[in-house]
């Protein structure tokens, strides 16, 4: 089926990607799962894309699978460690088989802004992090970042007692379902390409994601509105194997590296106003957006900061300390 599953993505894709491959160049497959346009991660992926089909020409080729077209996130990373691919880049939620490290990026009102976590990742203890998995043989090469979450319900959320009941969907994370816990929640863990269905069918009430998630997979159509609480972040991990990267001739990798680094700083820097036109692309859209009084945003940080003591074994409270440093 992975066979086939490629194939229907080489035919629906529309960036004849396939035709950048010759004889002799090494085949760096890319499988990721939101759309390539007005999205973080999907533009980057692009850039890479174009730079190394373009800069390692005879060396290396560049395909990407974009929207779930080869993989869902919780399958990718098995596929990346058979060699099926070689690049991925799922959001740090979804490394809980991996590690529990990662954690920390699921706390809730853990960084104020993106700012703060490109920081937190700049800093020692963020890149040994991107080390942590090699003994099960995954190597992160790059954190990408998305940007802050919203919440969205088919009812209006304005208080945390509003969620109560409702059923969210959430990513491959206890962290996320601890928090929805907190506010009363019944949470349901499920890949990102079935969320729309399952809104529009009501297998489940809400979701929380970013806004150029939020717009481009159009869950405020079968949402009742988005409430701007900014309570957490998605962000990526680009990753590879170990054994691949280490099969790669020194200089097809520090290449490839060189280029990765460069892309990663272009587009991180843009992430924040990615996600500012996408939010204005749901309201533009007819989407409905409410914010928060300083107040109202308040009650929400009371209910769900507390999830992070169920949390603290696992990511450190040194760790904890050393990314609330960074806020102030
Ligand atoms: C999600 O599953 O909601 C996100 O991780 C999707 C993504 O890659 O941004």
Not at 144 to 162: E, F, T, Y
Not at 264 to 275: I, P
């Amino acid at each position: 089926t992975t066979v086939a599953a490629a194939a229907l993505a080489v035919g629906i894709s529309t960036t004849g990607a396939l035709a950048a491959c010759d004889d002799g160049e090494v085949v760096i497959k890319f499988s990721h799962v939101t759309n390539t346009d007005k999205h973080p991660k999907g533009i980057a992926a692009s850039l890479l894309e174009q730079r190394v089909n373009e800069e390692m020409n005879g060396k290396a080729c560049m395909e990407v699978y974009p929207n779930s077209t080869l993989y869902d996130d919780n399958k990718v990373l098995e596929a990346l460690l058979q060699g099926d691919v070689q690049l991925a880049a799922p959001s740090l939620s979804k490394f809980e088989a991996f590690t529990k490290k990662y954690r920390i990026f699921d706390l809730p009102f853990m960084f104020k802004d993106i700012n703060a976590v490109d920081a937190f990742q700049a800093s020692e203890t963020g890149q040994a992090l991107k080390d942590s998995m090699q003994k099960r043989g995954l190597q992160g090469l790059a954190f990408w970042h998305n940007g802050m979450k919203q919440m969205s319900a088919n009812v209006p959320l304005i208080s945390p007692s509003d969620a109560n009941g409702l059923r969210f969907r959430v990513q491959s994370s206890d962290v996320l379902v601890a928090q929805m816990e907190a506010i009363g929640g019944s949470p349901q863990k499920m890949a990102f390409s079935e969320v729309y269905g399952a809104l529009q069918q009501g297998v489940v009430d809400g979701q929380e994601n970013t806004w150029s998630n939020i717009y481009g997979k159009k869950f405020f159509e079968v949402q009742d509105g988005i409430t701007e609480t900014n309570h957490g972040i998605i962000d990526y991990l680009v990753v590879t194997s170990v054994e691949w990267l280490d099969s790669l001739e020194p200089d097809v990798r520090d290449q490839f590296l060189t280029i990765l680094a460069e892309v990663t700083e272009t587009r991180n820097a843009e992430s924040t106003k990615v996600n500012a036109e996408a939010r204005q692309s749901v309201i533009d859209a007819g989407g409905v957006v409410r914010e928060l009084t300083a107040e109202q945003r308040q009650a929400w940080v009371d209910v769900m900061k507390p999830v992070w003591d169920q949390f603290a074994g696992d990511v450190g409270q040194e760790t904890i300390d050393a990314a609330q440093a960074i806020n102030n």
